[in-house]
């Protein structure tokens, strides 16, 4: 399984198979968001299934990432994250979307986007949050998270 920790309550990695979500609910995680477009994850048949929230977005610079679509993510993680559980965030090699995702959890627990793209660069070796169009989104969302907070999160 490629899960890298960003923190203790947020992972990146790549798309899980479902026989590996019991090593994800062993590991606390709670929620998983899939940021594929072209590929659902099938839901958790588990008594106390795991929350997948699919955000189908691409990892292409002319179709950028929807900031409506990281703040929808957000909005959805952090009341994981308070209540004490984990959030793993996928997408096909755990690179980009992710990353991007990954960040936007990070800017709402109060991190600058360039702090938080050079932890989730730091924990995980393959994120390249420094891409020209995943950094521009990442750096988008900071602005929108800072005018926007309130609304978001509620």
Not at 14 to 21: G, K
Request: charged share 25%; hydrophobic share 40%.
């Amino acid at each position: 399984m490629d899960a890298s920790p960003i923190t203790p309550a947020l992972l990146i990695g790549v798309t899980p198979r479902p026989a590996e979500y019991d090593t994800l609910r062993q590991m606390g995680v709670r929620m998983i968001i899939n940021m594929r477009h072209e590929q659902a994850i099938p839901p958790d048949g588990h008594d106390d299934p795991l929350e997948i929230l699919w955000l189908r977005t691409h990892d292409n610079p002319f179709i950028p990432i929807p900031i409506p679509a990281l703040a929808e993510g957000v909005r959805r993680a952090l009341p994981v994250i308070t209540g004490g559980g984990k959030v793993f965030v996928h997408c096909a090699y755990g690179r980009h979307r992710s990353v991007a995702m990954g960040a936007a959890i990070l800017i709402a627990q109060g991190y600058e986007a360039q702090a938080a793209m050079q932890l989730i660069k730091e924990k995980r070796r393959v994120a390249d949050p420094g891409l020209f169009y995943i950094r521009w989104r990442i750096e988008k969302f900071y602005t929108y998270w800072q005018e926007n907070k309130k609304e978001i999160y509620q």
